[in-house]
């Protein structure tokens, strides 16, 4: 340790840190610790302990830090970018803008694995599923997938296993987008699928595929009618996939209709800005047959236990961190808030109005298209929807740079053609400027609307959403009481703790968020000219240097999208690594018991096979079997698989070991890098002896959880992997894992202010009051109730698990009551039966004050009593408030045979008087969802009939 200590307590940014100078004393003496860093000296193994404080400048005030970002932002010149392929210019409604975007009741949510807590937002995302099932035409729908490329790289997997072909290629359209076909490309390599890219009329031959890809409408404009190729392909026992633009399908012919077994797109375009590549939520959609293979989280329709309707995910058995070594999709993190957008979106605009803007939007690209032909050009395809390509022979630079000067960004085709994507946006002045780039002087004539150039045999006959939600009213009042009445139903950061082991739920400050409105960021397009995004370039190198100081790393990819897709590109960097050096049979995982379900998902789509290492009672991996499996497959040895600190929320003393032990056996060190929260300016995985780790930007760094996403999981590499990290068709390199370069780069601006705002000496002090936080938590609930695992001197690290599997046997109380109770006092269940089944795993972080964590315990303690009056006989094992927990406002009301008070049931110790939470359903029957499963919004009767009222 450097010899240089300075005052522990003394760091005068407060906003992150919960806990008072003297409460932090208080908490010390509670635990029996001498001082902050003697508490820290305990807990982490020396060998482990970086030598230098991570260094980043001094912390800065919010005034400073937005001045900073003002700066930064000021470098990114915005034009109007008419580049299409996949992004679009687009307009949030101010009202959705206000009141989910900018709102921490959305944006501070959690993923609604506890349905009674999120129903708000689980009827925002059946909405979604709604929506998007009626716009393809298809039966089935999931709650939002990354980005539309990697939507087809799992149309892609999902067809391999649906399929009924022996075939092992899989054939995508020429005209999908280029982002599109080299994910798809990184995604088939590892597993031995061959990728034909050609012409669907041409070059398809149904008996070499097991399933096709094609795009509607393609990337250079056209509209085909896919209906042939599907029908060979399904003749062929192969499964054929549709990529669609959803504004297009308010007008065409959707994939369904043409016999298509899945459709993916991008939800971009309904209402969620470009933000230089993301966040969007992207789509899927399938056939009722092929739902239960579907990846991503679905959400369905159940009952609670008075039988009221009640949401909930479906079919969560098929999560992969039970499926684990037989997984096929890593998806854990997805795209939950910009989900909920473009389902406001679409009930905002109402079919009608959504459709508005599609005769809009191809309104003007065909007044476009006939001011350039009568200017002499040559423009394809004949019918279209939004998009032109134009012949421009010799031309195509000058009129490119015509162009921007301007003010308008279009696309480069081949060598002599150009493309342009007219949008939502695109006003008058916008198609005289692009006119006058391409030398055609002329003025649009309002009064005359052109005829449509839309391919008559595919418009579109059906209906869609005809649902009453995308019907009511257009007042705004309507729209606003709307959202709030669905924010008003779950309980988030905003009004509580989220005690959540492994998914670290630390404040979203606001000065963090105000960033990410502002234009600069959100308008650019992620293929935009590099000189007009100096800004973020010069963010995302600065925030990559921190991290790099942070993780002991050389370098960073910001790619990944979420910690699950950082895994995956960190795996495929390993894999990458040992083919260049001519060792293809390298290809063994060795992954431990208590790893989270997407690490080995995510060896398994790297071709790798996954060997478990097992632990010990102690629950550290079991060091004998993690070198007998090292030393057994040493010749196959690809990498290990490691947490740290573990899932178990210990620092592993020989951690250094088993990196020791990986590396001597030709393997390589992944560390997942979700715990940093209690690392960072205190240990680095690059130090420890890891290769490569990803960072959960939204865990450590502030990105909120968006109640299931977004997420930016950016992974760091040592020197030699370098050659090796994802590439990406726009800016070079092979090995995209994303459709966009930098990920979901409009989120980095929060990442980036807590590293200013903090400094590098608050982000250590951050870390050193998580540890604090959980061990106090951990002393004061250890009278009532077990904690499982501890670590040097019976310390933990940033959580803990608690074990409340002998209330079983002792009350008949299950981890599920507990989880429920807690409800009733108000907060947020903590992470349950997991990595240990039966137990729950509690995280406070550094953002909770001591009250907050006080409320808890109390919450906690007064839980443990209620056992105990089971345990004594004095209530009865089946009638009481755990069993019933959580409590409605209907439990107030109506006839009460209970044997405990309503105010025992809904005024538990922790509850907050006349701020209490009242979930809006009980207890929700998760098996009567799944086997009655109902994944889109219920027929509007059920809406006509109120629900039924209390009885018992
Ligand atoms: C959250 C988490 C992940 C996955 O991250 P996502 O962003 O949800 O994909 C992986 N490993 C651990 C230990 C995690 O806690």
Known sequence: MSSTRYDPYDFANRRHIGPTRAEMDEMLRLIGAKDLHGLIDETLPPDIRQTERIDFGASLSERRSLERLREVANRNRLLVSLIGQGYHGTTMPPAIQRNIFENPAWYTAYSPYQPEISQGRLEALLNYQTMVCDLTGLDVANASLLDEATAAAEAMAMARRVSTSEANGFFVDRDCLPQTIAVVRTRAEPLGWEVIVGDPFRDLDPSRVFGALFQYPGVDGAIHDFAGPIEALHEAGAIAAVAADPLALTLLKPPGAMGADIAVGSTQRFGVPMGFGGPHAAYMAVRD???????????????????????????????????????????????????????????????????????????????????????????????????????????????????????????????????????????????????????VERAVDAEVWPESRLPAPLLRTSDFLTHPIFHMNRAESEMTRYMRRLADRDLALDRAMIPLGSCTMKLNATAEMLPISWPEFSEMHPFAPADQAAGYAHLIEDLSRKLCDVTGYDAISMQPNSGAQGEYAGLLAIRRYHLSRGEPQRTVCLIPSSAHGTNPASAQMCGMSVVVVGARPDGDIDLEDFRRKAEQHADRLAACMITYPSTHGVFEAHVRQICDITHAHGGQVYLDGANMNAMVGLARPGEVGAD??????????????????????????????????????????????????????????????????????????????????????????????????????????????VDVRPFVRSAGVTVDDIAKRLIDCGFHPPTMSWPVAGTLMIEPTESETKAEIDRFCDAMLGIREEIRAIEEGRIDKHNNPLKHAPHTVQDLVGAWDRPYSREAACFPSGSLGIDKYWPPVNRVDNAYGDRNLMCACPPPDAYASPPPVAAE
Request: charged content about 20%; aromatic content about 8%; overall charge positive.
């Open 289 to 439: 047959a092929y739902k239960r293979t579907m990846p991503g989280r679905i959400v369905g329709v159940s009952i609670d236990s008075r039988g009221n309707r009640a949401y909930r995910l479906a079919l969560q058995t098929r999560e992969q961190h039970i499926r684990r070594e037989k997984a096929t999709s890593n998806i854990c993190t997805a795209q939950v808030l910009l989900a909920v957008i473009a389902s406001m979106y679409a009930v905002f605009h109402g079919p009608e109005g959504l459709k508005g803007i599609a005769v809009r939007v191809h309104r003007d690209a065909t007044r476009l298209a006939e001011g350039l032909e009568a200017g002499g050009f040559e423009v394809e395809p004949k019918a279209f929807f939004d998009t032109i390509t134009v012949k421009v022979g010799a031309f195509q630079g000058l009129i490119l740079s015509r162009a921007v000067e301007h003010g308008v960004n279009l696309r480069k085709v081949g060598t002599d053609r150009i493309g342009i994507t007219v949008d939502e946006r695109t006003r008058d002045f916008v198609i005289e400027a692009v006119w006058r780039a391409f030398g």
């Open 692 to 801: 490569v780790s990803h960072l959960n930007l939204h865990k450590t760094f502030c990105i909120p959880h968006g109640g299931g996403g977004p997420g930016m999981g950016p992974i760091g590499v040592k020197a030699h992997l370098i050659p090796f990290l994802p590439g990406h068709p726009h800016t070079g390199g092979e090995g995209a894992v994303s459709a966009a370069p930098y990920g979901s780069a409009s989120i980095l601006p929060i990442s980036w202010s807590y590293a200013l705002l903090m400094g590098g000496r608050g982000l250590t002090q951050a870390t050193r009051v998580a540890i604090l936080n959980a061990n106090y938590i951990a002393a004061r609930l250890k009278g009532a109730y077990p904690i499982l695992f501890s670590g040097r001197n019976g310390r933990v690290a940033h959580e803990c698990i």
